[in-house]
């Protein structure tokens, strides 16, 4: 069993396809062809022509069993205070997790304007994914993105499940530290590389989630994601594969957390017993 719990359906590059059911298409025959049971759609803290909003994109995967949608809050409506699309949204009963993008969004998240988010969570029951690490656009503050800052919210904010995008890459320890610490936080280990693993790059970054693995020693923590398509799923399969874990981490790690955290139905698992903090 697979579930890829971060994916996208934005056109990032001119070789994805134009069109959303193009790329929701594009998607459906990569988890197909790789045994992927279930994965969640992530939604993007800016609204374009190639970067749907999050009901376009709950729209197009209706009558799909395959997708859940993660629901991102915006820039825009972190700097105007605005949340009441997002909570239309919420109360249509189909999303999955909230999205924060720190370093994208220059706003820090114990600002008082994020607050709403985590209020929206704690009373829709849903979990923050919040992007941690390195940056795809180089104009992105990665000062805002550093994985520490989990810790004062995970501390405030305990009625709140939070999932740390990318393991903090490239802080892992600290990442680390903040899972040890609070056990309402989880990571994916989404979005470590462009595209397809390099042989010096894999080395590196199997290293440092082995030193994660031992560190945190707890197999409900760690998920599968790969940040489609920014990562080749393919290639994420392999690096995986070589991962130095027990049998229970593997299960834990590439479906069985994700089905628990975000309240998956698949194959008799997850569902509404198995979420929260």
Avoid at 22 to 28: F, G, K
Avoid at 76 to 92: H, K, P, Q
Wanted: glycine share 8%; net charge negative.
């Amino acid at each position: 069993m697979i579930i890829d719990c971060h994916t996208h359906l934005n056109r990032y590059t001119p070789d994805v396809p134009e069109s959303l059911a193009a790329r929701h298409r594009l998607l459906r025959e990569e988890m197909d062809a790789h045994g992927v049971a279930y994965a969640l759609v992530i939604s993007s803290y800016d609204v374009t022509p190639a970067r749907p909003p999050t009901d376009e994109v709950l729209a197009q995967v209706a009558d799909d069993p395959k997708i859940g949608v993660v629901a991102a809050a915006t820039g825009a409506m972190i700097e105007s205070g605005d949340f009441s699309a997002l909570r239309r949204t919420l109360e249509g009963g189909r999303i999955k997790a909230l999205k924060l993008y720190p370093g994208y969004v220059p706003i820090a998240l114990t600002d008082p304007r994020v607050a709403p988010v985590y209020a929206l969570a704690a009373e829709f029951g849903l979990p923050v994914m919040i992007h941690t690490g390195d940056t795809y656009d180089r104009s992105s503050k990665v000062k805002y993105a550093h994985p520490l800052v989990i810790d004062e919210l995970a501390v405030d904010h305990r009625d709140v499940t939070f999932v740390m995008a990318h393991v903090g890459n490239p802080w892992f320890m600290d990442a680390a530290e903040v899972l040890y610490k609070n056990d309402n936080v989880y990571a994916d280990v989404s979005g470590l590389t462009l595209g397809n693993f390099k042989p010096r790059y894999a080395a590196f970054a199997r290293a440092r989630l082995n030193d994660v693995i031992a560190f945190v020693n707890d197999p409900t923590r760690l998920m599968f994601g790969t940040d489609w398509p920014i990562s080749e799923l393919a290639s994420y399969l392999e690096f995986v594969a070589t991962l130095d874990v027990t049998d229970e981490e593997r299960e834990g790690l590439m479906w069985r957390n994700a089905a628990r955290v975000f309240r998956i139905e698949v194959g008799g698992e997850g569902g509404a017993d198995a979420g929260g903090a």
